[in-house]
């Protein structure tokens, strides 16, 4: 699976953001205002959920591409080998309508006219 471009642009900008910020934090270039998290409950609260929703669904999307990763560096999935398997019935069949064909090409003429 291939990112869109504007899908990777939009990623890089937030990444570099959060870095500047991170950056301005530590360098105390401006210091945002955690008293004012800390005393209001509720926007502890809506920031607690906040972080845990995106932890969760950035955990997902890594377990996601690493179980992808890995599968994909084994032998087939076992989608892939009942595909290959229905492959091989397919053409074991398409094999014997072509053999029953063969034969009744082949026989008399009498015999090919019952059904």
Do not use: H
């Not at 502890?44 to 377990?63: E, K, R």
């Not at 599968?71 to 014997?96: K, Q």
Request: charged fraction near 20%; proline fraction near 5%; glycine fraction near 2%.
């Amino acid at each position: 699976m291939k990112a869109s471009r504007p899908f990777l642009y939009f990623w890089i900008v937030v990444v570099v953001a959060l870095l500047v910020v991170e950056i301005a934090e530590v360098t105390q270039v401006f210091t945002l205002p955690i008293q004012s998290v800390v005393g209001n409950p509720i926007a502890f609260v809506f920031a607690l959920t906040f972080t845990t929703v995106l932890a969760l669904v950035g955990a997902i999307f890594i377990g996601l591409y690493i179980s992808q990763r890995w599968l994909s560096t084994r032998d087939f999935t076992p989608f892939e080998v009942e595909m290959l398997r229905m492959r091989e019935e397919v053409a074991a069949m398409r094999r014997s309508v072509e053999a029953l064909e063969r034969e009744r090409a082949s026989a008399p003429a009498e015999e090919r006219r019952r059904p």
